[in-house]
């Protein structure tokens, strides 16, 4: 099949029950972070969504909010949504199914508890690596979860081969109406995140596309 930049329909169509795709009649567009919160980079990337007016959601690693709080609370409080990406930022399909159903929930409530009444838990969830078994994906279903996976993929965590251009044409090749555009707020995908991502926000302006936070 080759590198998938954007999620065919007829792949979409395959995975039920999952949201790829925002509403195709608005001209607006999702950004979504995975992986933080780490201070190495996520001050940095609020930092150019407020240059731009940009709201965004932060699929956050339990773990790392565990040992960031005040960066999680910070994502909230300038009016981003945060939604749950395992704890320990598990591969499903490598995870047994009891101790996978126990990582969802430990993430849960690590953010509860860090971020109490600051945040409203409308249940998102981002599988990593963007897969899991069948039954994990019931579980998630059965307890409220909306499962959440992309449109674009920016592939800005992968260094080695993509550069900061490559990520803004990508973007700029892919985004449609209602575009789940995904990109990582960690350290490892910093050196093209953080030159990209301002670059990435002035085209989506100028082409005038909207900013909204999932729910």
């Not at 996976?149 to 044409?169: A, E, F, G, S």
């Not at 490892?188 to 926000?201: C, I």
């Amino acid at each position: 099949m080759g590198i998938i930049y954007q999620i065919p329909s007829w792949l979409q169509r395959l995975v039920p029950h999952t949201l790829w795709r925002g509403d195709k009649q608005q001209h607006t567009v999702f950004l979504t972070f995975d992986d933080g919160p780490v201070p190495e980079v996520t001050p940095q990337v609020l930092d150019l969504l407020d240059q731009y007016d940009a709201k965004a959601t932060f699929f956050q690693v339990g773990e790392n909010v565990y040992r960031y709080p005040e960066l999680a609370q910070e994502v909230l409080r300038r009016g981003h949504q945060i939604g749950n990406h395992t704890f320990n930022h598990l591969p499903g399909w490598r995870t047994d199914y009891s101790i996978y159903r126990l990582n969802c929930q430990l993430c849960d409530e690590v953010l509860e508890r860090t971020l109490g009444n600051m945040w409203h838990n409308c249940h998102l969830f981002r599988p990593p690596h963007g897969r899991q078994t069948a039954r994990q994906k019931r579980w998630l279903l059965r307890n409220g979860y909306r499962i959440v996976l992309w449109d674009v993929i920016t592939h800005d965590y992968n260094t080695r081969y993509y550069t900061p251009d490559d990520i803004v044409r990508i973007v700029q090749r892919y985004t449609r109406n209602g575009s789940i555009i995904l990109f990582h707020d960690s350290k490892k995908s910093a050196p093209n995140t953080l030159e990209a991502l301002p670059r990435v926000l002035a085209w989506l302006r100028e082409q005038g596309y909207t900013f909204a936070t999932l729910d």
